[in-house]
């Protein structure tokens, strides 16, 4: 598992997350099923295809419908369960800012956790976070929190395969095993200070 695995060698090197900004966007493959795009249940080609060429890159007004899960309901790649573990995900980002929290979090919920929700407390738990607020953040800023999401990821346009997909500075990195080393040839081509964890 990327997160476990990639992402968690990357944000723990000594030294990496005061080098560089980390940007974590929980959506995957969802998309919004419109009425143009409508599709029975989850359907990559037909309907998130369909969905990211209505709604999103090089879209500058696009369609009401397109981040309204009032009138377009969300359908993830994995189900309802997805949907939910990707909105918590964003609510925990959007509350704690700071890498160092929100990474460790996913590190335990995705990769220890496998996502479950019952995974949720005992990782916010071990690192201070108020569920209490993450569940109201879901209640009552949860749509501006997945339509924001969702308009990143379909910005990204139909050249977005699959997830995870990693960019370092703009640019998909092929093979998410070699994240550290990625991001410390940036920071390196960046004329910034080598951090100790990239030895």
Not at 108 to 127: H, I, N, R, V
């Amino acid at each position: 598992m990327t997160v476990a695995g990639p992402f968690n060698e990357t944000i723990s090197a000594e030294g990496v997350l005061d080098a560089v900004n980390v940007d974590f966007v929980p959506w995957g493959n969802a998309y919004y099923n419109t009425e143009e795009c409508h599709t029975s249940g989850f359907d990559k080609e037909r309907g998130m295809d369909c969905w990211v060429k209505q709604c999103g890159e090089g879209v500058e007004y696009p369609p009401s419908d397109c981040f309204d899960a009032e009138r377009s309901p969300i359908l993830a790649q994995h189900g309802e369960s997805e949907s939910k573990a990707d909105l918590l995900e964003g609510c925990v980002i959007d509350l704690y800012p700071d890498a160092a929290v929100f990474g460790s979090f996913l590190v335990c919920f995705e990769g220890q956790g496998q996502s479950d929700p019952s995974a949720a407390g005992p990782c916010a738990k071990t690192l201070n976070i108020d569920m209490d607020r993450i569940h109201t953040c879901m209640e009552t800023k949860g749509a501006e929190i997945d339509a924001r999401n969702a308009r990143r990821t379909a910005l990204l346009g139909t050249s977005k395969i699959g997830t995870p997909w990693i960019m370092i500075n703009g640019v998909n990195l092929k093979d998410p095993s070699t994240m550290l080393k990625a991001v410390c040839s940036a920071v390196e081509a960046a004329g910034g200070k080598l951090p100790k964890g990239c030895n």
